[in-house]
């Protein structure tokens, strides 16, 4: 055995059995910080593990931190190196807060365009989940934390998220959902939390084929499997299915949450029992009580203290199942240097001595890294001349929100960060030429699972100081003003944007307010008018073929207005790509009632492993996409040249910038398998990709690898195979846009 697995026998030889219970099920953090606390063992040198919640940074209650750009657009980047650094700067900064354990990073595919928390997630498509979702679990782990990669599994819609049962086929979980999940495990990913729903009939937590033979099984997962907060569904079912630890393990009226003493709120009779619910939703109403329907019952928690202890003594649940539960967790604990001698320092196991050791927390790197990343995910949809702005353009600001930076959506992924730039002070920092702000209409108000919880205040982030320089129109938002405003200008640039929450799916894919009337009445009224669209996933455009330039830049997070000002202005070339279709909002597969949001409580999985790009190249004569997956544009012109595979895994194009300025490409491998009666396949699948810089005038060799599981398909009997047969594969600049195609030939049926 190595030290580190005869440090985690020592001490679990060592545990009294309420040890044992106490450390597979979590309680308040004392200091008030942690989402999830375990309480450590001084006797035995086991220090308190805190895990925080940290998809778009880390949100520590009360305390500051980076706020990155969503996961989506981390994925826009199509660069997993970008999300390893992401990770690993969330890291530092948990690290920073004394915290052990992110909840991160999020895996589950957009197969619903109006999910509520798409914008947690990467892609539509599995191999561009997989691996920016491995690149996230390399960099948090690499800072010696523990990356929670989540939700398991098939978790894709909020509405009635804490009921709903996914009702999938295996093909269709093997080939799509499963495999970001298989990614992170062998990424060597820490921890797995559970999701909420149910699959096939079953809740996750209990789910034994799922978590117990797959997952621990058949991947062969070594960490440990934690609940989402208030999942655990039962005691034995839970601890038999393989669930490891419980979270948080208690329930709001014994201390997790509540007020001040820890009581639950009153809802309606004033005792706030359990057998009421924690909350009273007939005293809601709105959108309020849409989030709340969403929320699992709060009231249930310990299941893993003395009733797992209770279940063991009934022969219930077999003893060594605790001891393989706790094993898991100190094994994780003893991996981050949270075993040793001297582990109430966070920067116990690091390798050197530097400053870094410890943690950083709001660093000049950390704040470069989140503008960068906020910069390479803007997707430049449309451009017709007009873009990149010239200096010395007279601009007209406009947008219901300008003087806000969007930094995210609402829920657990919400970070307050130490500084913020709006749209209008970035532009204003960045224009020569004269700057007009007016914001057109009414604001579109933020959206948060917190602003349900009347026992939750949720903090507000400071008002950027930049914008105290910006010409803040004082009056009412008015369209006339922003009419008049763009009618003055060069360009107008007008600022749109959704309003997304946990706990709530979208009602539509329109944008919210009057945001499309104010489009419409500058472009008309404007020379010339370019859209910024923050979105947490597609949205519908009817105003796109009267406008100039379309630009997607998600949720840019705290370094919004410098990022976006710098694509504008060409001091950056837009090298996003969409991760996700846009299409109309009722060609998307899940627009059958049955698919989403289900009927009783039941959502079909009907369209298989048709999601996304995949369901529109099959229905494309029904379902023409607005602007495809992969597809973004770039300030540069580039050429594909000598395709040529290299044997049956890799191919090669050359690509030459045949512009007079520097760019970005995303070059796309797409992979048709041959036709076979045996069973549908998509037209396309994506099997591998490559971001590169190529400067004016000069070419780059591209090699990509292609993933085996986009080659081959899941077979129910077989596993993976990989057809025999001819497999064209089309280099590509989006799966619209083929390039240059290559054939790879298979002679004979092969197992993955």
Request: charged share 30%; hydrophobic share 35%.
């Amino acid at each position: 055995m190595s030290d580190g697995s005869d440090r985690v026998a020592a001490r679990l030889e060592s545990m009294t059995r309420e040890e044992k219970l106490r450390l597979v099920s979590g309680r308040g953090d004392p200091a008030g910080m942690a989402t999830g606390y375990l309480p450590g063992i001084d006797r035995l040198g086991i220090s308190d593990f805190r895990l925080v919640d940290g998809p778009l940074g880390v949100r520590a209650e009360g305390e500051k931190a980076t706020a990155f750009p969503a996961s989506i657009a981390v994925a826009a980047t199509f660069d997993p190196d970008l999300a390893r650094e992401k990770g690993a700067a969330m890291a530092r900064e948990a690290r920073a807060l004394e915290q052990d354990a992110l909840l991160a990073p999020g895996a589950n595919l957009i197969r619903v365009p109006h999910c509520g928390r798409n914008f947690e997630y990467y892609s539509e498509e599995p191999l561009l989940a997989a691996e920016t979702t491995a690149g996230a679990v390399d960099g948090i782990q690499d800072e010696n934390v523990v990356a929670t990669v989540k939700h398991y599994v098939a978790n894709n819609q909020e509405t009635d998220r804490v009921r709903v049962s996914s009702e999938v086929d295996e093909r269709t979980l093997r080939e799509l959902y499963l495999r970001p999940f298989r990614a992170a495990v062998e990424a060597g990913t820490g921890s797995v939390m559970t999701a909420y729903n149910r699959v096939n009939g079953t809740y996750m937590s209990d789910h034994t084929r799922l978590v117990g033979d797959v997952l621990k099984g058949d991947w062969g997962f070594d960490g440990y499997v934690v609940s989402d907060w208030y999942g655990t569904e039962s005691t034995v079912g839970a601890a038999t299915a393989g669930l490891d630890l419980e979270m948080p393990g208690v329930a709001i009226d014994d201390g997790f949450g509540g007020d001040d003493e820890g009581e639950p709120p009153d809802n309606g009779d004033g005792d706030g029992d359990e057998e009421d619910g924690w909350f009273d939703a007939a005293d809601l109403d709105g959108e309020a009580a849409e989030i709340m329907g969403g929320l699992p019952d709060g009231t249930k928690g310990d299941l893993f203290g003395e009733p797992l202890g209770d279940a063991i003594d009934a022969g219930e649940v077999p003893a060594e199942r605790l001891d393989d539960m706790v094993r898991r967790i100190l094994g994780q604990l003893e991996r981050i240097g949270r075993l040793e001698s001297d582990a109430g320092d966070r920067s116990a196991g690091d390798d050197d001595d530097s400053d870094d050791s410890v943690g950083a927390i709001d660093t000049p790197a950390h704040r470069d890294l989140a503008e960068r990343i906020a910069v390479r995910g803007t997707v430049l949809l449309e451009n017709d001349g007009v873009l990149p702005l010239a200096d010395g353009t007279d601009l007209a600001v406009v947008g219901p929100n300008v003087h806000e930076a969007k930094l995210g959506g609402g829920g657990s992924s919400e970070t307050t960060p130490f500084q913020s730039t709006s749209p209008a002070a970035g532009l204003e920092s960045r224009a020569d030429g004269t700057v007009t702000v007016a914001r057109g209409c009414e604001p579109i108000p933020d959206l948060s699972l917190f602003d349900a919880l009347p026992f939750v205040e949720s903090e507000e982030p400071d008002e950027p100081a930049a914008d105290a320089e910006v010409g803040i129109d004082a009056d009412e938002p008015d369209i006339d003003a922003a009419v008049g405003a763009a009618s003055d200008a060069d360009v107008a640039v007008v600022f749109v944007r959704d309003r997304t929450t946990e706990g709530k799916d979208r009602d539509s894919l329109r944008l919210p307010g009057r945001q499309d009337e104010l489009v419409e009445a500058v472009a008309d009224a404007a020379a010339a008018t370019v859209v910024v669209v923050q979105s947490s996933g597609p949205v519908e455009l009817p105003w796109r073929d009267g406008v100039d330039a379309i630009l997607e830049a998600w949720y840019p997070g705290q370094a919004d207005g410098t990022a976006v000002a710098s694509v504008l202005y060409g001091d950056r070339d837009p090298s996003g790509r969409l991760p996700v279709t846009f299409a109309p909002e009722g060609t998307y597969p899940t627009a059958d009632e049955r698919r989403y949001p289900g009927l009783d409580e039941e959502a079909q999985y009907e369209e298989g492993v048709f999601v996304g790009y995949r369901h529109f190249d099959r229905d494309a004569v029904d379902a023409e996409p607005t602007y495809p997956f992969g597809h973004g544009r770039s300030y540069a012109d580039f050429a594909y040249r000598d395709a040529a595979v290299v044997d049956d895994r890799t191919v090669r194009v050359t690509v030459e910038n045949v512009a007079d300025r520097d760019g970005r490409e995303v070059v796309q491998a797409y992979v048709r398998p041959p036709e076979s009666g045996a069973v549908e396949r998509p037209t396309r699948e994506l099997a591998g990709f490559e971001s590169v810089a190529i400067p004016a005038g000069e070419t780059r060799t591209v090699e990509i690898d292609l993933a085996d599981r986009s080659l081959g398909r899941y077979d129910a009997d077989d596993g993976w195979v990989i057809d025999a047969g001819t497999y064209t594969v089309e280099l590509a600049r989006s799966a619209r846009d083929r390039r240059k195609t290559v054939d790879i030939e298979f002679a004979d049926d092969a197992t993955l």
